[in-house]
């Protein structure tokens, strides 16, 4: 009882029912709430301090930011929140400059790509037939997935296709631009609440043992000094008998693309992606081939139950 009271005491402020509104639709860092209430950091930040502590907000490092969202399962945050009247005008006027805020973020994150030449495309940069890739990835995916991680997400193009069918979302990448891409895309298309991103190192997951159904790996392992590690890490975090599903580019001569493009592998023949889902406790399953340019295979597996891996320690924010 005494942590329900709490949680309601911590509730029970207008900037801070604003604030909980605001985290629910996406992750916010502090100055863009500063932005959007139009009040001080300081003043912000106590409040912010209040939330997480009664467990009504996460509070997520990303470098030298910090973001903030209402976490999974935050039932009574929710539950206020369906109280709150639509046409509030305060709620609504909070929205509109939420909305510019990600629109602002988008176009600054696509202006540095630009300005520095990095291609946040990768399927279509390199002329691959992204709509079948995606159609072939999807068709391996369950109809329903209850926690799906996305490892990589880039511009969070992967949560959006899967949506529709999970309960929870999450996708991780080393790129605060490529977040600020996808943070605008999801609130832009009304999936902040169900999907969202953080930044993190995929040897190094910020995340609980065992805490998804599905774990994708899509055309990451190419950049990866240690695909093994990479795999055994993504491993770690997935359920017994969770389905792993990695898709990345097959044996290919494009040395240009070790070179201009950073890649650090050739792509992968199915001998080797088995012997690394093999020693992270995975069985393999049929593989998938998607004809093009470069050939894009598509390796799922499942988690045998029982089976440890070698994954390093995760962090704990």
């Not at 949506?163 to 891409?181: E, K, N």
């Not at 609440?193 to 040897?203: E, G, P």
């Not at 008998?241 to 650090?264: F, S, T, V």
């Amino acid at each position: 009882m005494e942590h329900l009271l709490a949680q309601l005491r911590a509730a029970a402020e207008p900037t801070r029912l604003r604030l909980l509104a605001l985290c629910a639709r996406g992750a916010f860092c502090v100055t863009d709430l500063c932005d959007v209430l139009g009040q001080s950091q300081p003043r912000l930040s106590r409040h912010l301090k209040l939330l997480v502590e009664a467990g009504l907000l996460a509070r997520l490092p990303e470098g030298v930011n910090v973001f903030f969202q209402v976490p999974a399962g935050a039932d009574l945050v929710h539950t206020l929140l369906a109280r709150l009247p639509e046409d509030d005008q305060t709620l609504a006027a909070d929205r509109r400059q939420a909305v510019r805020l990600a629109a602002e973020r988008a176009r600054e994150a696509s202006a540095a790509f630009r300005r520095d030449g990095a291609d946040w495309d990768e399927l279509r940069a390199l002329g691959l037939p992204a709509a079948e890739i995606e159609q072939a990835l999807v068709a391996l995916l369950p109809a329903r997935i209850p926690a799906l991680l996305d490892i990589g997400t880039g511009t969070g193009r992967l949560l959006e296709l899967v949506a529709p069918r999970t309960a929870r979302a999450l996708g991780v990448d080393a790129s605060r631009d490529m977040l600020h891409l996808a943070r605008a895309r999801l609130a832009e298309r009304g999936l902040a609440a169900r999907c969202a991103v953080r930044q993190a190192d995929m040897y190094r997951l910020p995340l609980p043992d065992a805490d998804f159904d599905v774990v994708a790996m899509q055309m990451v392992l190419h950049y990866a000094e240690d695909p093994g590690a990479a795999i055994a890490e993504a491993a770690r975090v997935l359920r017994p008998d969770g389905l792993l599903l990695i898709a990345d580019l097959g044996p290919h001569q494009r040395a240009e693309l070790l070179a201009k493009n950073a890649h650090r592998w050739p792509g992968f023949d199915d001998a080797a992606i088995a012997g690394w889902l093999g020693a992270a406790g995975c069985a393999a399953l049929a593989p998938v081939s998607v004809a093009g340019p470069i050939e894009v295979r598509l390796w799922p597996a499942r988690r045998i139950p029982g089976m440890a891996t070698s994954a390093v320690p995760a962090l704990t924010f």
